[in-house]
């Protein structure tokens, strides 16, 4: 590495998430009150293109849901629909039973069952869900992989 370069890589981190809506209103009552995640709502209403709700996730992180209009007017790219199948998100817990109690909640939120819970290759649990944009979460328990909390 070029010695002038020295810091200038980028760190293994994220730190904020956003996901495109079509509905911020609705996408804001799905993750705060279908999946009870904290928020301090809406704000930046007060600029164009601005407004966006962000949710405190573990570590640090956050989840930013956005307009999907703003989002394509912030980076000049023209719109496109939204693919669910260009990614997902995985939500990994502790225990094998919180699976089937995330995704049933999510489902009484509004969400998509893609894939009910079920027994995975590698020994664990997961189903996937859609969230009111088509957005896939993986909702999964890993005995090899369990969060730190």
Sequence with gaps: MDADRKGMDMKPRISVLTLAVADLERSLV????GLGLPTDGIIGREFEHGAVAFFDLAGGVKLAIWGHDDLVHDTGLPKGTICSTAGSIGHNVLQREDVDDIMTRA??????????????FYGGYAGYFADPDGHL?????????????
């Design 107 to 120: 489902e009484q939120a509004g969400a998509v069952v893609i894939k009910t819970p079920q027994d995975t």
């Design 30 to 33: 799905f993750y705060r009150d």
């Design 137 to 149: 979460w993986e909702i999964v328990w890993n005995p090899q992989m369990l969060p730190e909390d």
